[in-house]
C-alpha cells in the first residue's frame, strides 16, 4: 500500500549552548526564524527513495526542486538534532543526529555535497535526505554530528560553501531509484511557476593543508595520504553508499559576508535597484560586473558586514523595502 508522504519543513535557531531541534515529523516549535515545521508520514517505513517533487510553496515562498549536478554556493549554514532525531526524512530515511545528513531545499534526495566551513576550512561528505531550512538567509542545515565535525556546533551557524559531488551523487540516486520514487512533495504545489537561475559564484579548488585536529570530533589521525586529512572513528550507517566521517582541512582564506539584492543582465536594472537601496540608507551597494557562464551579470551587493546576525538583519530591511529575491552570500 503507497503511504502518502507529505514534505517537510524545516528551520534552526542556532543559540550557543542549546541543542536545536530538526527536522522531520512533527511541528517544530517556533524559534527565531518563525519557520513552521509541516507533519510528514515516512515513506516505505525507513527505506529511502529518490525524490525530486514539483515546485513547493512554504510560507507564502516557492521553491523549485532541479538536478544540477554543476550546483556549488556559498552562504551560511546551520544544524539541527535532538527534538527530531530518529524521525523520517523526506525521502523516508530516518534522521539520525549522531550521523552526517543534511536538509536542502531543491536538490535531489538524496545527494552526496562537500561542506566546507570558510572560517575554518574543515571540509567533510554529507549526504542530503531531507528538505530545508526554509528561511531565506540558509542555505543548508546539518545534522549535530556534521557541525561538530565542521567546527560550528557551539556557534550554531557558519559560512560554507556546499558542492554537489557528481559521480557519488549518481551512485547514491541510482541506489535509493532501486526502493522507488516519489515526485509529489505533499505541499501545495504549482502547475507552472517561473523559474529563474541564481547568480552563484564558483571557489577555486582548494589545496590540502595541515590545521590542528577539530576538538572533541577527530579520534585519528590518517597515518598515510593528503596532509590535514583525519578521520574521525565511525561510519555514516545512512542507507546507500557509506560514507566515512572524513574531515578535510583545507586552507583557510579571507572572506566577507554580503547581502545581494539582484543579478542582472542588464545593466540598467542594476543600477534601478543600486538607486532603490541607496534611497533606503542601508549602507554601502556595490554593482560589480561579473562573468557567469559566459555572460556578464551584474550583482548588487550591500555590505561587507561583520557577522552573521548582521547579515540578517540588513537582509530584512532590504527584503521589506521590496528587494525580495535578496540573499546572503559570502565571498
Known amino acids: 500500500m503507497m503511504v502518502k508522504m507529505r514534505f517537510l519543513a524545516l528551520t534552526c535557531c542556532a543559540v550557543l549552548g542549546l541543542s536545536l531541534a530538526a527536522c522531520t515529523t512533527a511541528v517544530r516549535p517556533t524559534q527565531s526564524s518563525s519557520q513552521q515545521q509541516a507533519q510528514s508520514e515516512p515513506a516505505s517505513h525507513g527505506a529511502p527513495t529518490y525524490k525530486l517533487g514539483q515546485p513547493y510553496k512554504v510560507n507564502g515562498i516557492w521553491y523549485y526542486p532541479s538536478v544540477d549536478m554543476?550546483?556549488?554556493?556559498?552562504?551560511?549554514?546551520?544544524?539541527?538534532?535532538?527534538?527530531?532525531?530518529?524521525?523520517?526524512?523526506?525521502?523516508?530515511?530516518?534522521?539520525?543526529?549522531?550521523?552526517?545528513?543534511?536538509?536542502?531545499?531543491?536538490?535531489?534526495?538524496?545527494?552526496?555535497?562537500?561542506?566546507?566551513?570558510?572560517?575554518?576550512?574543515?571540509?567533510?561528505?554529507?549526504?542530503?535526505n531531507d528538505r530545508g531550512p526554509f528561511v531565506t538567509n540558509r542555505i543548508i542545515d546539518l545534522s549535530r554530528r556534521g557541525a561538530q565535525l565542521l567546527g560550528f556546533e557551539n556557534q550554531g551557524t557558519a559560512k560554507v560553501r556546499v558542492r554537489v559531488m557528481a559521480p557519488e551523487t549518481m551512485q547514491a540516486q541510482s541506489l535509493a531509484k532501486l526502493n522507488g520514487s516519489d515526485g509529489q512533495p505533499g505541499i501545495e504545489q504549482a502547475n507552472a511557476a517561473p523559474w529563474v537561475p541564481v547568480d552563484s559564484q564558483a571557489l577555486p579548488p582548494p589545496k590540502g593543508s595541515t590545521l590542528p585536529t577539530p576538538e572533541g570530533a577527530i579520534q585519528q589521525q590518517q597515518a598515510k595520504g593528503h596532509e590535514g586529512t583525519f578521520i574521525a572513528?565511525?561510519?555514516?550507517?545512512?542507507?546507500?553508499?557509506?560514507?566515512?566521517?572524513?574531515?578535510?582541512?583545507?586552507?583557510?582564506?579571507?572572506?566577507?559576508?554580503?547581502?545581494?539584492?539582484?543579478?542582472?543582465?542588464?545593466?540598467?536594472?542594476?543600477?534601478?535597484?543600486?538607486?532603490?537601496?541607496?534611497?533606503?540608507?542601508?549602507?554601502?551597494?556595490?554593482?560589480?560586473?561579473?562573468?557567469?557562464?559566459?555572460?556578464?551579470?551584474?550583482?548588487?551587493?550591500?555590505?561587507?558586514?561583520?557577522?552573521?546576525?548582521?547579515?540578517?538583519?540588513?537582509?530584512?530591511?532590504?527584503?521589506?523595502?521590496?528587494?525580495?529575491?535578496?540573499?546572503?552570500?559570502?565571498?
Not at 555535497?113 to 572560517?119: C, F
Not at 558586514?305 to 548582521?310: C, G, I
Open 70 to 128: 554543476t550546483y556549488d554556493e556559498t552562504g551560511i549554514g546551520s544544524w539541527y538534532g535532538n527534538d527530531f532525531d530518529k524521525k523520517y526524512t523526506a525521502n523516508g530515511e530516518v534522521f539520525d543526529q549522531n550521523e552526517v545528513s543534511a536538509a536542502h531545499k531543491t536538490l535531489p534526495l538524496p545527494s552526496i555535497v562537500q561542506v566546507t566551513n570558510l572560517d575554518n576550512g574543515r571540509s567533510i561528505l554529507v549526504r542530503i
Open 233 to 331: 572513528e565511525g561510519r555514516s550507517t545512512a542507507p546507500g553508499p557509506v560514507l566515512p566521517q572524513t574531515v578535510n582541512v583545507l586552507p583557510v582564506g579571507q572572506t566577507r559576508i554580503y547581502v545581494q539584492a539582484g543579478a542582472y543582465h542588464d545593466n540598467s536594472n542594476a543600477n534601478r535597484m543600486q538607486a532603490t537601496l541607496s534611497m533606503a540608507h542601508l549602507g554601502p551597494v556595490l554593482v560589480t560586473p561579473v562573468r557567469v557562464n559566459g555572460f556578464f551579470v551584474y550583482r548588487v551587493r550591500l555590505g561587507p558586514v561583520a557577522s552573521v546576525d548582521e547579515a540578517d538583519a540588513l537582509l530584512a530591511k532590504a527584503q521589506s523595502i521590496g528587494a525580495v529575491e535578496s540573499r546572503i552570500v559570502i565571498d
